[in-house]
């Protein structure tokens, strides 16, 4: 049980940074979006993407400012019928794939997956709401849980995301399937579990990573190779022992790799390289004139950004994210409510891993996931779910409640002294122990 000791009208100074941080991620994607788009529709509809996106982000701001006026709170107990309406919306996508049927084009195949389901505005991804879903059913679950500590406290959570990881695999959606496992970790870690516990899980993971590998598609292990074959060394070998390398690839697929399953790793480096420290400037640079680049308004948008304003620009974003990330960070250790707390902690994970994979790809350090750049990559499924994300974390911040039971991710001797010497009401008296058990 909990009251609130005080509600905050203005922003924290962590939101402000948060704010300006996304203001400069939507400049940045907005400018980059519209460019790209405004080459590849010359002479057509104008810039359809940009128009969208747009609509899209102003839809955001109002659902943002929604969730700081009513507070994250009023959305907690309602964490569960969040996460079951994701669960949900990940069927269609999979009865599509095993049937064939688009359902009346409900359901379009885009890059040869079924990740979307199609509205007239824009076109929603399942797995962008699953995302903050778990997070919340997770926090929610998690927040006075005292049986994180054994292996058995540990195996419902697991069990809680487990059917729609397996939904996501079948879309298949691979990015976002890498993503959920370390979030759910990292959540378990914060609520308590067992660092022995959660080495034990990583090490069954690695162990069957040979068969996660074989269930891969093959367009899926291109990608993979991809990124080793980048070196010229390994190529010069593999093309010398075809058989002792052979899960390279046949000697033809290690030959053209740069035109086939490696082609968005070079040009994306490419563009990056070719913008040097300023870039070519807003709007010009060939990889912005022409379509030279595969998804670059989409996954491969940093790319474009650096092509347009060198590393300086990139530098720009990576400093925006590094404020949003510490922000986040800073709001998360200061809240002492534990569903808040992990929350916070599950948004700064989920943003700081899109943001790794995604620009891990961009340079050729990951392979090519499909994971887009949070709140600068053109997708109005995914900008919508980060912006209301960002508001919850805002929201946290306004509100700081104090405890009338349990504290946050503690077992009995460590709650029995956060009790004693952190949380007190507002007259100064302490709170009540805990309850055993």
């Not at 359809?48 to 659902?63: C, E, M, P, T, Y």
């Not at 959570?157 to 079948?170: D, E, R, Y």
């Not at 080495?199 to 590998?213: D, F, N, S």
């Not at 690839?249 to 968005?264: L, N």
């Amino acid at each position: 049980m909990m009251r609130r000791a005080s509600a905050a009208t203005t922003l924290t100074a962590p939101g402000w940074c948060i704010v300006a941080s996304a203001g400069v991620l939507f400049a940045l994607g907005l400018l980059s979006i519209y460019v790209t788009d405004t080459a590849y529709y010359a002479g057509h509809d104008g810039p359809l993407n940009a128009r969208k996106q747009g609509l899209i982000l102003l839809l955001g701001i109002v659902l943002g400012a929604y969730i700081l006026r009513a507070g994250y709170r009023r959305f907690a107990g309602g964490s569960y019928w969040f996460f079951a309406l994701s669960i949900v919306l990940l069927i269609p996508p999979v009865l599509a794939r095993f049937t064939g049927q688009s359902f009346g084009g409900l359901i379009p195949v885009l890059n040869g997956a079924r990740r979307w389901i199609r509205l007239p505005l824009f076109q929603i991804q399942p797995s962008e709401v699953f995302k903050l879903a778990l997070i919340l059913a997770l926090a929610w679950y998690l927040r006075y849980r005292s049986n994180t500590r054994t292996f058995a406290g540990v195996a419902a959570p697991l069990m809680l995301s487990a059917v729609p990881l397996g939904l996501i695999l079948l879309e298949p959606d691979l990015g976002t399937a890498l993503l959920i496992p370390p979030l759910v970790l990292v959540m378990l870690y914060l609520a308590g579990a067992k660092t022995s516990h959660l080495l034990g899980l990583i090490g069954l993971a690695v162990a069957a990573a040979p068969l996660a590998w074989s269930g891969l598609e093959d367009y899926q292990r291109r990608r993979v190779l991809a990124v080793v074959l980048q070196s010229a060394t390994i190529r010069e070998i593999a093309l010398v022992d075809p058989e002792g390398y052979s899960f390279l690839g046949s000697r033809r697929d290690i030959a053209e790799w740069e035109r086939a399953a490696g082609f968005q790793l070079v040009q994306s480096k490419n563009a990056i390289g070719s913008g040097g420290w300023t870039g070519f400037g807003w709007g010009q640079g060939p990889f912005v004139e022409y379509p030279l680049l595969p998804d670059r308004h989409n996954d491969f948008v940093f790319a474009v950004i650096a092509h347009q304003w060198g590393l300086v620009g990139g530098g720009l974003v990576l400093a925006a994210y590094a404020g949003i990330l510490g922000a986040g960070t800073v709001i998360a250790s200061a809240t002492k409510e534990p569903f808040g707390r992990l929350v916070a902690a599950g948004i700064v994970t989920s943003i700081g891993l899109q943001v790794v994979v995604n620009i891990g790809m961009t340079v050729g350090l990951l392979p090519v996931t499909g994971m887009t750049l949070p709140l600068v990559s053109y997708g109005g499924c995914s900008l919508l779910m980060n912006v209301a994300a960002l508001a919850v974390l805002i929201s946290i911040s306004q509100h700081r409640p104090f405890l009338l039971s349990r504290p946050p991710f503690g077992f009995a001797a460590t709650a029995r002294r956060l009790l004693r010497l952190e949380l007190r009401d507002p007259e100064g008296s302490p709170a009540p122990a805990p309850r055993e058990g």
